[in-house]
Nanobody, 118 residues
Framework: QVQLVESGGGSVQPGGSLRLSCAAS???????????VGWYRQAPGKQRDLVAQ???????TYVDSVKGRFTISRDNAKNMVSLQMSSLKFEDTAVYYC?????????WGQGTQVTVSS
């Protein structure tokens, strides 16, 4: 029943880079390709916040704290959305989730842990 799967998380030092990927299952290919896909993150004890979002046509938006450092992109042929993270800060430490708001429900991945520490 898992229809979105995140990968690419790990531990990095401040200033490092990491690339996250979100892959959609075949059952939601159409939804994934039509509706905006977003990356959210949640640190312990804090709410889950939208970090970046990309539309069907490739228009990207970002939360102010990651502008200039993160880049969201999509590969429609592979049914995948990626988040390239650079110049990472300890404040970026969180579990990162992929999400798409479908017509009848929200779809969430299981999350992938990103830890930035020295």
């Amino acid at each position: 029943q898992v229809q979105l799967v995140e990968s690419g998380g790990g531990s990095v030092q401040p200033g490092g880079s990491l690339r996250l990927s979100c892959a959609a299952s075949r059952s939601i290919f159409s939804i994934f390709s039509i509706y905006p896909v977003g990356w959210y993150r949640q640190a312990p004890g804090k709410q889950r916040d939208l970090v970046a979002q990309i539309t069907r046509g490739g228009t990207a938006t970002y939360v102010d704290s990651v502008k200039g450092r993160f880049t969201i992109s999509r590969d429609n042929a592979k049914n995948m959305v990626s988040l390239q993270m650079s110049s990472l800060k300890f404040e970026d430490t969180a579990v990162y989730y992929c999400n798409v708001h479908g017509p009848n429900r929200d779809y969430w991945g299981q999350g992938t842990q990103v830890t930035v520490s020295s």
